[in-house]
């Protein structure tokens, strides 16, 4: 299900390159991961400070490498529960409530599966 709100301002706010390069998605219908063959996640939470300079760094560094070929989404992190996060992120649903870590958590595919990669926190 899509969040209320719209964090695309906040990412066109906070970028530090093209919107063509990066693709917003509102809800887990719109990561379409077996689509990507590589690509970077995202996981934006607009309503966090630390989130919001993540993402600014991010994309500081995106600027400065050749990522035309990486499929990279912004995912608002407020469409993720405990169940829906556990398929696309492989992670293992526990008996606790989803604990939301707005931290800029990256996320990273290929060949259409998501995983941590090295370790993925700016």
Do not use: Y
């Amino acid at each position: 299900m899509p969040s209320e709100v719209d964090i695309r301002p906040m990412v066109e706010t906070n970028r530090a390159v093209p919107m063509d390069q990066l693709r917003v998605a509102r809800s887990l219908e719109e990561l379409r991961l077996s689509n990507a063959d590589r690509g970077i996640i995202f996981v934006f939470a607009a309503w966090s400070g630390p989130t919001v300079m993540a993402f600014q760094r991010f994309t500081r560094v995106m600027k400065s490498m050749d990522t035309r070929s990486l499929d990279v989404v912004v995912l608002d992190t407020d469409c993720l529960t405990q169940v829906s996060a556990a398929q696309p992120f492989n992670l293992v649903p526990k008996l606790r409530v989803w604990e939301r870590q707005p931290s800029g958590k990256l996320r990273f595919v290929e060949g259409g599966r998501s995983h941590h990669g090295p370790d993925a926190r700016l």
